[in-house]
Each structure stands twice: as C-alpha cells, then as structure tokens.
C-alpha cells in the first residue's frame, strides 16, 4: 500500500518561496506518476504540477507555470513542489498525489489518473 505523507506548508509573505515534500512509502517514487493538486478555500481541488514515471518529465497548470516546479529525489523516495513569487491567489491545502498507471500527458491533471492522495498541507500567503 502507498503512503503520502506531506509537509512544508506555513505562512509566507507575497512573494516569498516555499518547498513542499511529499514522503513515498510502500513503493519507489520513480514508478509513480507524482502530482500535486490544491484547494483553495471554498473553491474545488485544482491541478497544479505532475512529473510522469517514466522519464519524469513534469508539466504545470499554466497558472504556475514558471514558479512552481515540480521534481522528486529518489534516493529519499520523495517528491517536492518549489514554489517560488507566491500570491495570496496560492492560499490553498496542497495535495500530493501519485499514480500506478502510466498516464498519457491529457491525464495528468485529472483527478481520477491518481490512485492514492496524501492528508495536504496547508499553504497561506499573506502579508
């Protein structure tokens, strides 16, 4: 069974930088399809970044594209999302989510691509 667990959310000023890692466990990272999706306050659960399994090529939400990266570490089975020039707009739970499948490149934003999803994290930007 997969495990996510992630961390590194807090308080951050606009335009300020913050790193969130997602812990793997029960499975290493590089055969997962990783993502991370976000929910901000009373608004539904939107895509923001997701690295494929194979070749972990990444793509972005175009709403983030340029400042928030999405990358993982294999040798500590881990995922991150680096976000940088953040916006009181980012103010949201981030989730980390990962997937068996081997998604065509439409997929990885979608929701139901995912197979296990972590508790989130929570993200505020203000000043």
């Known amino acids: 069974q997969v495990q996510l667990v992630e961390s590194g959310g807090g308080l951050v000023q606009p335009g300020g930088s913050l790193r969130l890692s997602c812990a793997v466990s029960?499975?290493?990272?590089?055969?997962?399809?990783m993502a991370w999706f976000r929910q901000p306050p009373g608004k539904e659960r939107e895509f923001v970044a997701a690295?494929?399994?194979?070749?972990?090529?990444?793509y972005a939400a175009d709403v983030v594209k340029g400042r928030f990266t999405i990358s993982r570490d294999n040798g500590k089975n881990t995922a991150y999302l680096r976000m940088s020039n953040l916006d009181p707009e980012d103010t949201a739970n981030y989730y980390c989510?990962?997937?068996?499948?081997?998604?065509?490149?439409?997929?990885?934003?979608?929701?139901?691509?995912?197979?296990?999803w972590g508790q989130g994290t929570q993200v505020i930007v203000s000043s």
């Open positions: 690295m494929k399994r194979v070749g972990g090529t990444s």
């Open positions: 029960g499975r290493t990272v590089s055969t997962l399809a």
């Open positions: 989510a990962a997937g068996t499948g081997s998604p065509i490149t439409s997929s990885l934003g979608l929701r139901s691509t995912y197979d296990y």
